[in-house]
């Protein structure tokens, strides 16, 4: 009945969306927008729900259906000018928040880990790819494979010191971490470029570039395909692969959540002093919530940097980590589905809203005040997996 429910209320959203760009309400490019989100919330919905073993299922079906809508709507959108290169960039924008989200949530939500310096992954992730391609002439690939290591070895590196830190100390001292990257990154001028930045390499599909003309002598990919040019092609690219990478993310934060080590950090959450009673080696758990939560927002920072093309430091201020804090606990701690719900709507309501941009940071602190009174465990509170007979409550 649940499932049911989800599923009509999401249809109707679509075709809700659908009617108010129909009536020019909003833009015909935003309510194709809200059409994909739509989508893409039953996704989630469906990777989320536990799998029963001997039942029949019929979200077995509906994911991979929705997982290809995803791939092929935007690029079909596109083409026939329902969805223009603004709204790519805006759901690609909102995808890499959905990635901050998961991996903090791994952290706070699920081990019950205060992270107030998150959004220092998400640098080391953004400079890897600018820095790797001036140094070391790293491209979009090299930097994904390599940000995981980096990312999660830094994760490491901040879970030792605070291991027998708790509450706030845990949080001022991961707050001193986040501070301390982004003020490298601007005195370190040398090397990092300082307040100026640096300029982060567009992808590649095969070698062939998203340009005009090719840099590398290789035929650029609208020749190759034999299609005009257009700039909407990257920001395709770089959605596509994105909404890949995020649907293994999930995927991957599912399974974890009923593995072993999801139930540990959840014990961790709840009750340290028990969880350890229990023999349940504390220092594992929380390194490796530290170290997963960190590959997530290195992964996201790659997509960062290759989507501006270009990084500063003050893309990763404190109020980054605020705005990512803030996303977990709207959308309620540990539960997954709705950190992607508010993940989606923090960034994207204010594009839908540009008329009200003076007001912004007023009503995102109005929202704050009214969840926390009349949903203080978030949008959707997580509930704890249970196992009966073999098989998933």
């Not at 989320?48 to 791939?71: E, T």
């Not at 019950?112 to 953004?126: E, Q, R, T």
């Not at 040019?229 to 959540?257: C, M, Q």
Request: with cysteine; charged share 10%; proline share 4%.
């Amino acid at each position: 009945m649940k499932n049911l429910r989800v599923f009509g209320s999401c249809l109707l959203f679509a075709l809700f969306a659908c009617f108010l760009g129909w009536q020019k309400v909003i833009a015909v490019g935003a309510s194709s927008a809200l059409v994909l989100i739509s989508l893409f919330v039953l996704f989630v919905f469906g990777v989320s729900l536990p799998k029963p073993r001997g039942q029949k299922n019929a979200w077995k079906i509906y994911v991979p259906l929705l997982f290809l809508a995803g791939l092929s709507l935007p690029i079909l959108l596109n083409l026939t000018g329902l969805l223009p290169k603004v709204w790519i960039s805006n759901l690609t924008l909102a995808l890499i928040y959905v990635l901050l989200g998961l991996g903090l949530n791994i952290v706070v939500g699920m081990a019950g880990l205060l992270d107030l310096g998150f959004v220092g992954f998400y640098a080391v992730g953004a400079y890897l790819l600018a820095l790797g391609a001036q140094y070391f002439d790293f491209g979009f690939w090299t930097a994904l494979l390599l940000v995981p290591i980096v990312a999660g070895t830094c994760g490491a590196l901040l879970g030792f010191p605070v291991l027998r830190m708790h509450g706030d100390y845990l949080a001022i001292v991961t707050l001193g971490f986040g501070e301390i990257i982004r003020l490298v990154l601007t005195n370190w001028a040398d090397v990092t470029g300082g307040p100026n930045g640096a300029a982060a390499p567009s992808p590649t599909f095969f070698g062939m570039e998203f340009a005009r003309r090719s840099s590398n002598g290789n035929t650029p990919f609208h020749e190759f395909f034999g299609l005009s040019y257009s700039g909407d092609y990257k920001f395709l690219f770089i959605y596509v692969v994105l909404f890949i990478v995020v649907a293994i993310t999930l995927r991957f934060f599912n399974r974890l959540r009923y593995m072993p080590l999801g139930r540990s950090w959840e014990a961790l959450r709840e009750d340290e002093i028990a969880c350890r009673s229990l023999g349940i080696n504390h220092v594992t758990i929380k390194l490796s919530a530290f170290t997963i939560g960190a590959i997530a927002g290195g992964i996201a920072g790659v997509f960062f940097a290759t989507y501006q093309g270009f990084i500063n430091p003050t893309s990763f201020n404190f109020f980054e980590s605020v705005l990512i804090l803030s996303i977990v606990v709207l959308g309620g701690m540990g539960s997954m589905l709705g950190v992607v719900i508010a993940a989606l709507a923090l960034t994207l309501l204010p594009e839908l809203l540009r008329d009200l941009a003076d007001y912004r940071i007023l009503m995102f602190g109005v929202l704050m005040i009214l969840m926390m009174i009349w949903r203080p465990h978030g949008l959707i509170r997580a509930k704890r997996p249970a196992f009966v007979g073999g098989k998933h409550d």
